[in-house]
């Protein structure tokens, strides 16, 4: 728990920074009431509500009158976070869940409030449906534990590990307090190279937690669930706009953060990470590219009015990937990330062929192959000029794609 809150506050909070026993007890006690609140609301009935943050706005979230008074979620059946949201220079601002949020008071009363004039459970219901309806329109109220649609389709407001309405709004606040902690993050810690890997391994998860905040926008689909029992849920496909935003974010951090993640000061004491970042790079474009985010592009484009199509997502990442500046383009980790982007491309394109592929994934392969046609006259025009290292490059990406 202290790593979890190090991870989310430090660079807010110089409370969290120091060895693990030298934090104060209410701070660590705060964290411990908050977990066990969280398993007692499920002793008492509730469900897990991933919706209750985001009920509060972003912004609201580094105000100190807001988070005072309400935490950082509407409710502690969320996987409520510490508030990683939270600037430096926002003093004052509370950064902890709350005690109890809106959400919970109104759902103990409801399911506990005793109802006098009701003879049977039944007659209850009346009186329940009016108390819902009361709060139908206050977002403090929001529930969601359904994540989409189902068949992998994601809502990006039914989060886990999220903060507020605007999940890459937030991803970009907590970016940027990742950095600063990495960058302090020998000082903030310990040079006990054990205990320095430990939480560089723990910053490193909660950044990527953005990733996955984000990429639940690609393809995502917003689901209103109904009470009512004669109406159905609602499905809303994520813009166009919010999904390219979504991949932006992800591309322009991919591209930023080599440097920072490969700290000098850290990898004297525990060894270069550099192996490490691009392994992870490549992970983040094979997800980028699995099937189950281009199906999902796919499918949500087809309930949009306004579709952002799985060619203009693939068009987004070659053009973010392919035209750098010659600095970025002679690093081993830029060549690494385009040589797992066109292997990727071409797996899909295999594999396809082999398993003979069902319905969306035929639509799909349309969109590959043609992204590929491009590369290739593209990658043999870069193969004939530049340094030596870059000629080699590009050529070993021309015998990928000829397979
Ligand atoms: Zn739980």
Same mark, same amino acid.
């Given at each position: 728990?202290?790593?979890?809150?190090?991870?989310?506050?430090?660079?807010?909070?110089?409370?969290?920074?120091?060895?693990?026993?030298?934090?104060?007890?209410?701070?660590?006690?705060?964290?411990?009431?908050?977990?066990?609140?969280?398993?007692?609301?499920?002793?008492?009935?509730?469900?897990?509500?991933?919706?209750?943050?985001?009920? $509060?706005?972003?912004?609201?979230?580094?105000?100190?009158?807001?988070?005072?008074?309400?935490?950082?979620?509407?409710?502690?059946?969320?996987?409520?976070?510490?508030?990683?949201?939270?600037?430096?220079?926002?003093?004052?601002?509370?950064?902890?869940?709350?005690?109890?949020?809106?959400?919970?008071? $109104?759902?103990?009363?409801?399911?506990?409030?005793?109802?006098?004039?009701?003879?049977?459970?039944?007659?209850?219901?009346?009186?329940?449906?009016?108390?819902?309806?009361?709060?139908?329109?206050?977002?403090?109220?929001?529930?969601?534990?359904?994540?989409?649609?189902?068949?992998?389709?994601?809502?990006?407001?039914?989060?886990?590990?999220?903060?507020?309405?605007?999940?890459?709004?937030?991803?970009?606040?907590?970016?940027?307090?990742?950095?600063?902690?990495?960058?302090?993050?020998?000082?903030?810690?310990?040079?006990?190279?054990?205990?320095?890997?430990?939480?560089?391994?723990?910053?490193?998860?909660?950044?990527?937690?953005?990733?996955?905040?984000?990429?639940?926008?690609?393809?995502?689909?917003?689901?209103?669930?109904?009470?009512?029992?004669?109406?159905?849920?609602?499905?809303?496909?994520?813009?166009?706009?919010?999904?390219?935003?979504?991949?932006? $974010?992800?591309?322009?951090?991919?591209?930023?953060?080599?440097?920072?993640?490969?700290?000098?000061?850290?990898?004297?004491?525990?060894?270069?990470?550099?192996?490490?970042?691009?392994?992870?790079?490549?992970?983040?474009?094979?997800?980028?590219?699995?099937?189950?985010?281009?199906?999902? !592009?796919?499918?949500?484009?087809?309930?949009?009015?306004?579709?952002?199509?799985?060619?203009?997502?693939?068009?987004?990442?070659?053009?973010?990937?392919?035209?750098?500046?010659?600095?970025?383009?002679?690093?081993?980790?830029?060549?690494?990330?385009?040589?797992?982007?066109?292997?990727?491309?071409?797996?899909?394109?295999?594999?396809?062929?082999?398993?003979?592929?069902?319905?969306?994934?035929?639509?799909?392969?349309?969109?590959?192959?043609?992204?590929?046609?491009?590369?290739?006259?593209?990658?043999?025009?870069?193969?004939?000029?530049? /340094?030596?290292? /870059?000629?080699?490059?590009?050529?070993?990406?021309? /015998?990928? !794609?000829?397979?």
């Amino acid at each position: 728990m202290y790593q979890w809150r190090f991870a989310q506050t430090a660079a807010n909070d110089p409370k969290i920074r120091g060895s693990e026993n030298e934090i104060e007890e209410k701070l660590m006690g705060d964290l411990v009431r908050y977990a066990a609140s969280h398993e007692i609301g499920h002793t008492l009935g509730l469900k897990h509500n991933y919706k209750a943050s985001y009920a $509060f706005p972003v912004d609201s979230l580094r105000s100190p009158g807001f988070t005072n008074t309400y935490g950082t979620a509407a409710s502690i059946m969320d996987y409520a976070r510490n508030n990683y949201i939270a600037q430096p220079e926002d003093k004052g601002v509370g950064l902890t869940p709350p005690i109890l949020g809106p959400y919970d008071y $109104f759902s103990i009363q409801w399911a506990y409030q005793p109802i006098y004039s009701a003879k049977s459970p039944e007659e209850e219901l009346e009186t329940l449906n009016e108390w819902i309806a009361e709060k139908s329109n206050d977002k403090m109220y929001l529930f969601g534990a359904k994540n989409g649609m189902g068949d992998g389709c994601l809502d990006p407001s039914v989060l886990t590990e999220s903060l507020g309405d605007d999940v890459i709004k937030a991803a970009k606040y907590g970016a940027k307090n990742t950095k600063l902690i990495m960058h302090n993050l020998v000082e903030w810690t310990s040079d006990d190279p054990d205990n320095l890997k430990e939480m560089q391994e723990a910053v490193l998860n909660q950044y990527n937690q953005y990733f996955k905040h984000a990429e639940a926008r690609l393809g995502g689909v917003y689901t209103f669930e109904s009470t009512n029992a004669t109406h159905p849920d609602k499905f809303v496909p994520v813009s166009k706009v919010k999904q390219s935003e979504a991949l932006n $974010f992800m591309l322009e951090e991919l591209l930023n953060q080599y440097d920072w993640m490969n700290n000098p000061e850290i990898s004297a004491i525990i060894g270069s990470y550099d192996l490490d970042i691009m392994t992870n790079q490549g992970k983040v474009i094979s997800s980028l590219l699995s099937r189950s985010v281009l199906v999902r !592009i796919l499918r949500c484009a087809t309930m949009s009015t306004q579709p952002y199509t799985v060619g203009d997502y693939l068009g987004d990442i070659t053009q973010h990937l392919f035209n750098v500046s010659n600095k970025k383009q002679e690093s081993n980790w830029m060549r690494n990330l385009q040589t797992e982007y066109i292997k990727q491309l071409q797996k899909l394109l295999k594999d396809n062929n082999a398993d003979g592929g069902h319905a969306f994934n035929n639509l799909i392969m349309a969109d590959i192959k043609t992204e590929l046609d491009t590369f290739r006259s593209m990658v043999t025009t870069k193969a004939k000029k530049g /340094s030596p290292s /870059s000629k080699k490059h590009f050529n070993y990406l021309k /015998s990928i !794609i000829e397979g």
